[in-house]
């Protein structure tokens, strides 16, 4: 995934997460890499009438009980730890992303 | 299937593609890694790339057959038009034509990009 704001993938991943789950799928894990990690900084603070990238993220998370995977390698190169994940995420491996290629029927990149 | 379609270094592609094959290379999968467009640059022998900064992963294409990853595939016509012949690749590929990407694509349960 792409980072917030730069490209519409985040959004994008976004509403498909969402439509998916409306739909009745099951998603397993929504994984974060590059600079997607960035979607999960708490310290995000965009302007008031635009949308709140994170806080969108963090309620669905929440609100579906679903796994929201940071990459660590891709994290630490950009100043994102545990310290600065929101709600919601957490730090994992890329081996989780294969497993999730392993596991789910059908799997989903956003990119620009 | 991991496809690599962007030139290395000037972008982090490349190399989190590289990573990506290695760890499914660790997880036993049955995973096919096509080279095609500028991707077909990204294991050019000979690149230096000491003045950059950026670390030089290229010769890292090597370790995929430790890993047992031998499903590697070249783009005939992205070879071409970049000038890029066999010998000048620090692994080797088998040359495919697009009517066999094609083929290949379809048969593929996921895709990772690059």
């Not at chain 2, 690599?4 to 036993?28: C, H, K, Q």
Request: glycine fraction near 8%; include cysteine.
């Amino acid at each position: 995934m792409e980072g917030p704001y730069q490209h519409e993938a985040s959004d994008s991943a976004y509403q498909f997460t969402k439509a998916a789950l409306a739909k009745g799928h099951e998603i397993l894990r929504v994984f974060f890499y590059q600079d997607g990690v960035l979607n999960s900084n708490k310290l995000m603070d965009p302007q008031a009438d635009d949308r709140h990238i994170r806080k969108q993220w963090s309620a669905l998370a929440i609100e579906n009980n679903i796994d929201f995977i940071v990459c660590v390698a891709a994290a630490k190169r950009r100043g994102i730890n545990d310290t600065v994940t929101a709600e919601g995420f957490k730090i994992g491996g890329l081996g989780m992303l294969t497993e999730l290629a392993i596991e789910a029927d059908r799997l989903v990149e956003f990119r620009a | 299937m991991v496809v690599f379609r962007t030139a290395p270094y000037g972008g982090i592609y490349s190399f989190e593609g590289l990573e990506n094959v290695l760890i499914m290379g660790a997880y036993d999968q049955d995973v096919s890694v096509l080279f095609i467009d500028d991707g077909v640059l990204a294991i050019k022998k000979g690149m230096d790339n000491s003045g950059t900064g950026i670390k030089d992963f290229s010769p890292t294409f090597r370790a995929l057959e430790a890993y047992d990853i031998e499903k590697i595939y070249i783009d005939r016509a992205s070879m071409e038009v970049r000038g890029v012949s066999l010998e000048d690749l620090v692994i080797e590929p088998e040359v495919i034509e697009a009517d066999a990407v094609e083929k290949m694509m379809e048969e593929q349960k996921n895709f990772f990009m690059f």
